[in-house]
T-cell receptor, first 112, second 109 residues
């Protein structure tokens, strides 16, 4: 987890409310990723960023948006949270697209 | 068809034995391959990366890659109780990572 922090670490929110999760890195890596991890599905990519203001969708991007205004910060927003978005969310960073990814400590989100 | 397949286990081995974990993938153009270890309630931790056919050794861990057969494996020698965790295989065909659902390993003292 060195060099990568996520906030909050735990959150409970109600259906229909917007939620923003933050990932912060001190490694100056170009690529940043948001995943969700659910039993039976493993880690699935939501969105990723390949530079400031440069983002792209992953396989489960519906209902999520991201922003990256600084190299060190990558924000994930659930525009209107649903119970199906209850999950553990991990941020990851890498130097390049095919390079190793390193994960943050995760955020456990519960949508009631 | 899933991109990456792993036997979910659980796999149990006695302490000191060799644990063998396997992973198959569907995308023939995959370029890079990774093994992560994840303890319960924690984030994935990188163990090994492998990019070319053959074996790569790092301490008690050996990764094996066979691109023709589209499989990658991880051997853990002299297994320890601290190796008990879920092991995730990840494959990158060039644009993003695809993860398997993981194999749960228990090392019995």
């Amino acid at each position: 987890d060195a060099g990568i922090t996520q906030s909050p670490r735990h959150k409970v929110t109600e259906t229909g409310t917007p939620v923003t999760l933050r990932c912060h890195q001190t490694e100056n890596h170009r690529y940043m990723y948001w995943y969700r991890q659910d039993p039976g599905h493993g880690l699935r990519l939501i969105h990723y960023s390949y530079g400031v203001k440069d983002t792209d969708k992953g396989e489960v991007s519906d209902g999520y948006s991201v922003s990256r205004s600084k190299t060190e910060d990558f924000l994930l927003t659930l525009e209107s949270a649903t119970s199906s978005q209850t999950s553990v969310y991990f941020c990851a960073i890498s130097e390049g697209q095919t390079y190793e990814q390193y994960f943050g400590p995760g955020t456990r989100l519960t949508v009631t | 068809q899933k991109e990456v397949e792993q036997n979910s286990g659980p796999l149990s081995v006695p302490e000191g034995a060799i644990a063998s974990l396997n992973c198959t993938y569907s995308d023939r153009v995959s370029q890079s391959f990774f093994w992560y270890r994840q303890y319960s309630g924690k984030s994935p931790e990188l163990i090994m990366s492998i990019y070319s056919n053959g074996d790569k050794e790092d301490g008690r861990f050996t990764a094996q890659l066979n691109k023709a057969s589209q499989y990658v494996s991880l051997l853990i020698r002299d297994s320890q109780p601290s190796d008990s965790a879920t092991y995730l295989c990840a494959v990158n065909p060039g644009n993003q990572f695809y993860f398997g659902t993981g194999t749960s390993l228990t090392v019995i003292p």
